[in-house]
């Protein structure tokens, strides 16, 4: 069993045309950075991959990262919660020039449809949304005197996220706050490729410290020294 | 009479008053974040913010920022003794599922059913959510700090709201910059209000009725 993938190019090879993509990451904390700028360049090479849904919480800020991505013109359609940062000038543009679709999805409900996916359950019921205009067409039911509505799982085709710690196996730790959404995205795409700052051998992380175990994920590629998103972001980078 | 309104910080400090030791506690951001610099002595609450981190403190100093530390609005945090990380369908576990003991939130319209209206004022421009519509529904109280009326004279405290909704009946308890009001059954009870301000004063720059039933006390707060 080895996970391990050498080149961050090798890595994302396979993530196609029209791929559903999902990116782990809150802002720029545990966003896998180097894992979209190697897509990025791909797509400036070879066109491909285009026309790509992203689910993120976010749309990008500044001009790297899914903002980049946004700007060179590969992404179709995000499905995210907050679509607002310091600078969203490149999801703006093309949202307001109807050049992307987007699916507004409240935080908790678009973390429990990804989770649902992961856990083989196709719908769920939540009181978030009850009442207002995200919850048009949606079918509601009454339990126990409350209102809910139901929320259907969210799969993707490839998950990038950013660990700190990966072994072989694919077990993953997180940094800080960088947790966030990956763990559960691991489990939701039918590929998961994660970077992370230090590969290990399996048996390199303690077993009691693993947060994303290996059989969600797939492939492993190791990033020293990542780039951190808010810094390029306040920086004033342009990937 | 004349009567000088609260300041956002005076507000914030009075709805700090009613968070007791050992609550766990999620402030909406802008505003509401205001609410944890007014933490009565002795009283220690857990803040929760959604991306994933309970028992976060102050905001670090400048220049020692680490970036993957950060809270819902992106702003950079530090911890304190006895915090934890978790993923984002553990946070929203602890919102729906009741485990949170207060929201504080702001506000654009707050009905007298406890409908709340805080995430577009129109259907124009690039719509945002977050997680307003989740922080709503599951804290045991629900509650909302605001000035009493909008930058332009008009109700905040309204018959219905009509702003797009972002919860159902959810508010319990709204902190004005001129009273405290409560929610029960579909009805704005009053509370307390400046003690410079009339009843009907304060009638006319509320477009609900303010009912009450009992004594309403004088809103008291220190100069901040």
């Known amino acids: 069993m080895d996970k391990s993938i050498s080149t961050l190019t090798e890595s994302v090879a396979d993530i196609h045309d029209g791929a559903v993509l999902m990116i782990g990451g809150f802002g720029g904390s545990g966003s896998p950075i180097e894992l979209i700028h190697t897509l990025i360049d791909r797509f400036r090479e070879t066109g491909s991959p285009k026309d790509v849904t992203v689910i993120n919480n976010n749309a990008g800020n500044g001009f790297v990262g899914i903002a980049a991505m946004i700007k060179a013109g590969m992404v179709k359609k995000m499905i995210c919660s907050f679509p607002r940062s310091s600078n969203a000038e490149a999801f703006n543009e093309k949202f307001l020039a109807d050049e992307i679709e987007l699916e507004l999805v409240p935080q908790g409900t678009l973390a429990e449809r990804i989770r649902a996916a992961g856990a083989g359950i196709p719908a769920f019921y939540t009181p978030t949304s009850f009442g207002t205009e995200l919850a048009i067409g949606k079918p509601t039911e009454e339990f126990d005197g409350k209102h809910y509505v139901q929320e259907r799982w969210l799969k993707a085709d490839f998950a990038i996220v950013k660990g700190q710690l990966g072994d072989k196996h694919g077990n993953l730790t997180y940094r800080l706050a960088g947790r966030n959404f990956n763990p559960l995205m691991c489990m939701a795409a039918d590929v998961t490729i994660a970077q992370v700052s230090d590969l290990v051998e399996a048996g390199g992380i303690d077993p009691e410290q693993v947060i994303t175990p290996g059989i969600f994920v797939d492939h492993v590629v190791e990033v020293k020294s990542p780039q951190q998103e808010e810094i390029l972001v306040r920086t004033g980078a342009v990937h | ?224």
């Not at chain 2, 972002?166 to 704005?188: M, N, Q």
């Open chain 2, 1 to 224: 009479m004349t009567y000088t309104k609260l300041t956002n910080a005076q507000i914030a400090w009075r709805a700090a008053q009613d968070i007791e030791d050992g609550a766990y506690v999620n402030l909406g951001i802008g505003f509401p974040e205001m609410v944890a610099k007014f933490q009565p002595e002795g009283r220690e609450a857990v803040f929760h913010t959604e991306n994933g981190v309970l028992g976060f403190g102050q905001a670090p100093a400048e220049g020692s920022e680490d970036w993957d530390l950060i809270n819902a609005g992106k702003k950079a945090i530090t911890l304190k003794p006895g915090a934890s990380f978790f993923h984002h369908a553990d946070s929203f576990a602890m919102v729906r599922g009741g485990h949170l003991d207060v929201a504080i939130l702001g506000a654009y319209q707050i009905a007298q059913n406890g409908d709340l209206a805080n995430w577009r004022v129109g259907s124009k421009g690039v719509p945002a959510v977050g997680g307003a519509m989740d922080l709503v529904h599951g804290a045991k109280r629900v509650a909302v700090i605001t000035d009493h009326v909008t930058k332009d004279g008009k109700p905040k405290l309204v018959e219905t709201c009509t702003f797009p909704l972002t919860g159902v009946g959810c508010v319990t308890r709204v902190y004005t910059s001129l009273a405290v009001v409560d929610i029960e059954g579909g009805k704005f009870v009053l509370r307390e209000k400046l003690s410079d301000i009339s009843m009907d004063e304060l009638q006319a720059l509320t477009g609900a009725t303010l009912h009450t039933d009992g004594p309403v006390a004088d809103l008291s707060v220190p100069e901040l």
